[in-house]
């Protein structure tokens, strides 16, 4: 249950938005509920993201108050007992319903089209004035007032309850234009009628190709969900038995047959395959899987059978982690789009009264009503907020999907505006440049096997990859009684050991402890020289040796800083190495400014020393580097499988693969730049299309198709961020 000032992350499934103004209106409405913090309307992804410590009941009614439906987000059925009605599935295919209505408007549209073409273009009176304007009506009311009706229906709600959005404009264009054709029959006026079934009947053509268009924008997301396992084959009590994957339950021993999907995350108990994961990671080459390997669900098992304990279900499986990390992205908010925001929110009452004034301008300089009600009309029909409302969430929409389907999963929209600005990228070295897998490759002692011994009975009782590879190496699995243990964080551990005090650390440890190194400078020199963490070993200050212990650079660093220096990034190492060690690993991967002798809790400190410089980014294993992470303009987090560190970074990449942090930074760039495009066209079409239609220069049929184009234009061109390779 969830705590009075809890507040809680939740995302709502919207039905009914027909615009960008639709999605402010909503999204100002459930800001001004007591208990929301914060609300945000994705009108391309249909969602609202809401962080609050209200009931889902209060913000359901608010959303159906403004006349549209909401559920929350992963739910397809919802009974509201007290309401006395029933939530229904929302429609999974938005782009079917606008066709539908889109054909039906046309067969009677088309008509209407011939009739007025035939007489007032070529002069063909195959009717009288008032059959042809009857016969007009006639077609004009079931376009506008039957497949037209959900939109006429939201626009006079936008003059009851003052929340005005595009269908405002529509519906008040298509009526009067529709109601021009009823005067005619009584005073000397134009007849419109014919025209405002055309106006609807484009507009209905822009919705179906937007959102078809929308569509496509969001189908990552949807392969992602699709890419799951429908079934498995579980072991119980010696038979196998065929369920559906929403039956596994925590422990539950799955078979996977070559060629099949691994049904949920798990660990193998037994077999050995190589296991396609691809779809997760964006990584090519098979993943090698043994006994005791972390598998991670809809990842595909290529050659061998390996039987996996289900260890995660449901939300908790990587995949779903990943889909919910991608829908909060896309309900974030980007800076730049902030001045979309205030301008769609003024934009619908702004162009009524605009198209007032030009109704009135009109009919003093022309003293003709029918010329200033066209005039008026193709004011109200060219106004376009939805340009502007999706310029931005539909660039993040296929951004971030994409970024999905690579392993590269963006927390926060904001950071791709914020990752053009940087120019320094800071890499932290264990688990990042290197594999973050230590092994000792050296050992310098008289007494070898007791210093190992010593050694690893202190080092079994730290948590460190140091510590563990030096336990590794001992092989034992006896070891001595060791009191008085204490961790001395980034320099090393100390104990007693029968009586004797042991101290096991680095250089700058030694100097505090005041024990001198002078007898073995050469010995320590040849150690950091080869790139190892040196370990000096101590018995009552005494020393006994030292234990060289390296960690191997992954395949692919030196390659991804020679990118990010070619990309004119200032690339910085920082570590907890001394500096002849740090500096034998950064020259393997081309690195020329190291931070060295860094304590992990320093680490956020140094990264506020750099911002000064510039802005910065760092990339660092998402676990242990969290504040700096937090500290940096942005944070890449590096995870690897299912030990990902999702709330850590501002961009979480999947693998341990550095080149992702390339990928990732072309992505957010090629990302903010189609933002900017679409924004750019966005407010240049409204800019130039208004005042041009305030001239009298655009017929009101024309203004409609102008409007429906600048809305698909502006979605096509997001979709268009797919051919970017990133």
Known sequence: ?????????????????????????????????????????????????????????????????LGYNAIP????????????????????????????????????????????????????????????????????????????????????????????????????????????????????????????????????????????????????????????????????????IEINVDEIVLGDVMI??????????????????????????????????????????????????????????????????????????????????????????????FILVISLLTFLGWLLLSNGISRSLEVAISVLVIACPCALGLATPTALMVGSGMGARRGILIRKGEAIQTMKEVKIIVFDKTGTITKGKPEVREVYSKNEKYLVEIVASLER??????????????????????KEFKIIRGKGVEGKINGKKIIIGNSILMKEEGIFLKEFEEIIDKFESKAYTTMIVTENKKILGMVGVADTVKDDSFKAVSELRKMKFRVIMITGDNERTARAIADQVGIREVIANVLPEDKAKKIEELQKQGIVAFVGDGINDAPALKQANVGIAIGTGTDIAIESGDIVLATGNLRGVVSAIKLSKATFRKIKQNLFWAFAYNIIAIPVAIAGLLHPVIAEIAMAASSVTVVTNANLLRKTRV
Not at 469 to 482: E, M, Q, R, T
């Open 1 to 65: 249950m969830e705590g009075i000032n809890e507040m809680v992350k939740k995302i709502f499934t919207v039905q009914g938005m027909h615009c960008a103004s639709c999605a402010k209106n909503i999204e100002n409405a459930v800001s001004k509920i007591k208990g929301i913090n914060s609300a945000f309307v994705n009108f391309a992804a249909g969602k609202l993201y809401v962080e609050s410590n209200v009931a889902d009941l209060e913000i359901l009614k608010i959303v159906e108050k």
């Open 73 to 240: 987000a992963g739910e397809t059925k919802k009974k509201d007992k007290k309401a006395g009605h029933e939530h229904g599935k929302i429609e999974p295919d938005e782009a079917r319903s606008w066709k539908t209505r889109m054909i039906w408007a046309w067969i009677f549209t088309i008509p209407a089209a011939i009739i007025m073409l035939s007489s007032r273009i070529f002069g063909l009176m195959i009717f009288s004035d008032i059959i042809m304007t009857c016969i007009l009506l006639a077609l004009a009311f079931p376009v506008i007032f039957i497949f037209g009706w959900k939109t006429i229906k939201s626009g006079a709600r936008g003059f009851t309850s003052f929340y005005f959005n595009m269908d405002s404009l529509i519906m008040l264009g298509t009526v009067i234009a529709f109601l021009t054709g009823i005067f005619s029959l009584f005073f000397s006026i134009q007849d419109y009628s014919g025209i405002s079934a055309m106006i609807m009947a484009f507009f209905l053509t822009g919705k179906y190709v937007e959102s078809r268009a929308r569509g496509r924008a969001g189908q990552e997301i949807k392969k992602l969900l699709e890419i799951k396992a429908k079934k498995a084959v579980i072991l119980k009590q010696g038979k196998e």
């Open 461 to 482: 009782l730290s948590e460190h990859p140091v510590a563990k590879a030096i336990v590794d190496y001992s092989g034992l699995n006896k070891f001595k009684s060791v």
């Open 256 to 349: 996977v047959k070559p060629g099949e999907k691994i049904p949920t995350d798990g660990l193998v108990i037994k077999g050995e395959s190589s296991v396609d994961e691809s779809m997760i990671s964006g990584e090519s080459m098979p993943v090698d899987k043994i006994k005791g390997s972390n598998v991670i669900g809809a990842t595909i098992n290529q050659d061998g059978i390996l039987y996996v304990k289900a260890t995660k279900i449901g939300k908790d499986t990587f995949l779903s982690h990943i889909i919910k990390l991608v829908e909060e992205a896309q309900g974030s908010k980007i800076p730049i789009q902030k001045l979309a925001d205030k301008i769609t929110s003024i934009f619908v009452p």
